[in-house]
């Protein structure tokens, strides 16, 4: 029965799969002095006079720590 709902959510939205039961989900976040430690250091770049193509390298980086290969 579930997955009768699922599928035809699925069919509504073109295939695509869309988180419907209306509860966060639980697991891991980002610490809030992890958070604080990401800003500090944006701010420290912006004032030492970074470019912003730095400043975004920075945050995108941040965002997916995952190395470019």
């Known amino acids: 029965m579930l997955l009768e709902k699922i ?3 699925k069919e509504k939205n073109g295939g695509n799969f869309v ?3 209306g509860k966060q989900p639980k ?3 980002i610490a809030p002095k992890t ?3 990401f800003l500090e ?3 420290q770049l ?3 006079g970074a470019d912003v ?3 975004g390298e920075y945050v ?3 965002c997916d720590p995952t190395p470019e290969k």
């Open 7 to 9: 599928e035809k959510k």
């Open 19 to 21: 988180f419907t039961s």
């Open 27 to 29: 697991g891991l976040s």
């Open 35 to 37: 958070l604080a430690n």
């Open 41 to 43: 250091r944006k701010t």
């Open 46 to 48: 912006y004032e030492q």
């Open 53 to 55: 193509r730095r400043i």
């Open 60 to 62: 995108r980086n941040w």
